[in-house]
C-alpha cells in the first residue's frame, strides 16, 4: 500500500509562475524524498529532507517537512516548460524500502 | 556504466508466454530495486537485492513473478505464463547507500 499520497493530482500553470504540490504520509519517517518522472522516463533523483530538517533548497525547489501533520510540500519557483513532469514523493518504510505514492502532474503552458 | 540500463525499452508479448526483464546497475552500487508502474499510478515495490544478502521480495505480486541479481551486479526479473494485467512499466533502481535511488528508464511490458 501507498505511504505517501499526493496533492493535488494535477497542476497547470504559466511559465514563470510557482507551482506548489503536496505530500502527506501515514507512519513516522526517517526521510522524505521527491522525484521527478518525464513521460516516458525513469525518475530523478531531486531532493532528500530528513525528519529533523523543515525546509531545504535545492536551485529553484524548496521542500518543507512537518512531521507534526506528517506533510511536505514541494515548491518550484519561476517554472519553465522542461519543469513539465510527474513529481512523487517517498517515504523510507524501512531503512531500504520507498513507498512513493501517486503523484502530481505539472503542466507548464508556454 | 553512467547509469542504470534496462532492457529490452519495450516488450510486447502474447498472454502466457514467459518474459524476461534486464537490468544492470551503476557500477559499485549494492543495492537493487525492482519497481512496477502502471498507467497513471505510483511506483509498487517488487523486490530489492543488498550485496550477498537474501532479497526482500515481499512485493511480488505471485510466484508467477522470480528475480534473481548475478555476481552482485545484473539482475533478470522473470514473469511467467504472462497475464493482462502484467502490463505496466518495469522500472530498475540502484543505490549506493538504500537511500537516494537512481532508476532506469524502464521497460514497458504489453501483454496481449
Known amino acids: 500500500s501507498q505511504q505517501g499520497e499526493e496533492d493535488p493530482q494535477a497542476l497547470s500553470i504559466q511559465e514563470g509562475e510557482n507551482a506548489t504540490m503536496n505530500c502527506s504520509y501515514k507512519?513516522?519517517?526517517?526521510?522524505l524524498q521527491w522525484y521527478r518522472q518525464n513521460s516516458g522516463r525513469g525518475l530523478v533523483h531531486l531532493i532528500l529532507?530528513?525528519?529533523?530538517?523543515r525546509e531545504k533548497h535545492s536551485g529553484r525547489l524548496r521542500v518543507t517537512l512537518d512531521t507534526s501533520k506528517k506533510s511536505s510540500s514541494l515548491l518550484i519557483t519561476a517554472s519553465r516548460a522542461a519543469d513539465t513532469a510527474s513529481y512523487f514523493c517517498?517515504?523510507?518504510?524501512?531503512?531500504?524500502?520507498?513507498?512513493f505514492g501517486a503523484g502530481t502532474t505539472v503542466t507548464v503552458r508556454a | 556504466g553512467a547509469g542504470v540500463s534496462q532492457s529490452p525499452s519495450n516488450k510486447v508479448t502474447e498472454k502466457g508466454k514467459d518474459v524476461e526483464l534486464r537490468c544492470d546497475p551503476i557500477?559499485?552500487?549494492?543495492?537493487l530495486y525492482w519497481y512496477r508502474q502502471s498507467l497513471g499510478q505510483g511506483l509498487e515495490f517488487l523486490i530489492y537485492?543488498?550485496?550477498?544478502?537474501?532479497?526482500?521480495k515481499s512485493g511480488l505480486p505471485s510466484d508467477r513473478f522470480s528475480a534473481e541479481r548475478t555476481g552482485g551486479s545484473v539482475s533478470t526479473l522473470t514473469i511467467q505464463r504472462t497475464q493482462q494485467e502484467d502490463s505496466a512499466v518495469y522500472l530498475c533502481?540502484?543505490?549506493?547507500?538504500?537511500?537516494?535511488?537512481?532508476f532506469g528508464s524502464g521497460t514497458q511490458l504489453s501483454v496481449l
Open positions: 533502481a540502484s543505490s549506493g547507500d538504500a537511500e537516494k535511488l537512481f
Open positions: 507512519t513516522s519517517i526517517n526521510n
Open positions: 529532507i530528513r525528519s529533523n530538517e
Open positions: 517517498a517515504t523510507d518504510v524501512n531503512d531500504y524500502k520507498l513507498s
Open positions: 557500477s559499485g552500487h549494492t543495492a
Open positions: 537485492f543488498q550485496g550477498n544478502s537474501a532479497p526482500d
